[in-house]
């Protein structure tokens, strides 16, 4: 290397000296800047605290003064507009009517058409507040916090291969396409896995996606041109569920072709400008003697897993569950009027089926008196919204309890402000729904896996304290009524 090389490089690796040495000069000083100003605006923000109190002692008495005045004029035009006039005049027809039947009404008003009302009803009605836990104390022990408790349970005892799941709590059916999104369902697939459980398919179109992160898997025969599924849908299934109806929704309804876009239609046959409406029965079905037919067909494809009904609870209960057990069924699921839909209108909510206690009771009675109340499995739902109600339900004689206000909740927490204070937390979720690209769905999947577990410890919790090791030596002797009208529906004692 001869002499200008190296002065070359000799000055070429000072001016890189030169230039790191000013550039973390240069970043040290910004760094200082910054962390400076930092201080001067934390500075400015305690002076700012200190001076409030100064602030509001200067200008309290001017506030106070505006705030008496404006209040006293609106109070003395309160009582001295005649009613006409008065704005009290909301506040009356508010206590009349209530809130929800103003706003439905005026949504009447815009739409001319059904309203299709989110969740499920809001009427309270009868329900498990009025029965209470009776925990051995002096006599007998409860059992120490070490105690193990079996939670498994069952479905389908006499199928060739019955349903096992780790809890007695389900996620119910909710439909894609037709309610739910992809993420929605992906969400709770994965979470019901993470908790030990099953999740239902719901009477949409077969989500691949959906049993891919499923563990334990529902899927519905439904009222739907599709409800039948192909023999490989049906291979994939751990157990099959024939919907007739559930607790918020029977009959037939319509879906134009602006409510279903994208894969959902594709899934479902559509062609772009075409609309679709559910059936009466799942295809096939016309009449009280075809469901002995449906049973035996599925049968033949079902390869021993077992057959289900899911049923809306009514006056005619004992009459429903007397074709069920006639038809072959191997598991039952009651709806109870509590139980909600996303695409059913406030009639059919409020006003159809009887209480989810009322079901309960009454199916379990029909089916110990026709002597199969061992070889076919109860599943209850509609308004079980904590883990003390389902345990009651399970002290009464139910298997399992399907959930799905609880997880559908859960899907959306602590992602509610990505839409609130605009939009309700359901667009999250809904498949119509513009927003539900946004639902993260392994914060959703972790959610839904965190409220079924928290729900099923706070059940252990609760049978130890009773001085018991398995779900399945809860029996009603565990509970007391409060009331007479419970004590009498339940056959539980009386506790006067």
Not at 172 to 190: N, Q, V
Not at 205 to 227: H, S
Request: net charge positive.
């Amino acid at each position: 290397m001869n002499k200008d090389s190296r002065d070359f490089n000799f000055s070429f690796k000072s001016l890189c000296s030169i230039a790191a040495i000013l550039t973390a000069g240069y970043a040290i000083g910004h760094h200082k800047e910054q962390k400076s100003l930092k201080i001067r605006r934390a500075k400015n923000r305690k002076i700012m605290l200190a001076s409030l109190p100064l602030a509001l002692l200067t200008t309290g008495p001017l506030t106070r003064k505006l705030i008496q005045k404006n209040v006293a004029k609106a109070i003395t035009i309160l009582t001295t507009d005649e009613y006409g006039k008065n704005v009290m005049e909301l506040w009356t027809a508010i206590h009349r009517a209530g809130v929800q039947n103003i706003v439905e009404n005026n949504l009447r008003a815009t739409q001319g058409t059904t309203i299709n009302r989110p969740i499920g009803s809001s009427k309270r009605f009868d329900g498990f507040d009025n029965l209470m836990f009776v925990p051995p104390q002096m006599t007998m022990l409860s059992k120490s916090g070490e105690t193990a408790v079996d939670m498994k349970v069952t479905l389908g005892p006499k199928a060739a291969k019955p349903l096992t799941v780790n809890i007695p709590l389900l996620i119910s059916g909710m439909a894609y396409g037709i309610a739910l999104s992809e993420p929605a369902k992906i969400a709770l697939a994965r979470g019901a896995k993470l908790a030990g459980t099953a999740t239902n398919s719901g009477e949409g179109p077969y989500l691949k996606e959906e049993r891919d992160e499923a563990d334990k898997y529902i899927l519905q025969i439904a009222n739907w041109p599709w409800g039948l599924r192909t023999d490989q849908e049906i291979a994939s299934a751990d157990m099959l569920e024939v919907h007739i109806s559930q607790g918020g929704q029977k009959g037939v309804f319509y879906v134009a072709p602006d409510e279903i876009k994208g894969k959902a239609r594709k899934l479902m046959g559509l062609s772009r400008n075409q609309g679709i409406s559910g059936l009466p029965a799942p295809p096939g079905v016309q009449s009280a003697a075809d469901w002995p037919i449906l049973v035996n067909n599925l049968r033949n494809k079902a390869n021993g897993i077992p057959i289900a009904l899911k049923l809306m609870a009514t006056d005619k209960i004992e009459e429903d569950l007397g074709l069920a057990v006639d038809a072959g069924f191997d598991v039952i699921a009651v709806d109870g009027t509590q139980g909600g839909s996303l695409v059913s209108n406030p009639t059919m909510q409020d006003d159809f089926g009887i209480p989810s206690l009322h079901a309960l009771v009454r199916a379990v009675r029909y089916l110990q008196n026709r002597g199969v109340r061992e070889q076919i499995s109860l599943i209850v739902s509609g308004g079980y919204f904590n883990p003390g109600n389902c345990l009651k339900a399970l002290a009464l004689g139910a298997d399992a309890i399907y959930l799905g206000t609880v997880p559908l909740y859960a899907l959306a927490n602590k992602q509610h402000q990505k839409v609130i204070p605009w939009e309700p937390p359901t667009v999250l979720v809904s498949y119509a729904s513009k927003y539900n690209k946004k639902l993260n769905i392994n914060l959703s999947a972790e959610r839904v896996s965190n409220v079924l577990r928290s729900m099923a410890v706070e059940m252990e919790q609760a049978i130890r304290g009773l001085g018991k090791a398995s779900v399945k030596e809860l029996n009603p002797s565990d509970l007391v009524a409060l009331d007479t009208f419970s004590a009498e529906l339940t056959g539980v004692k009386r506790a006067y």
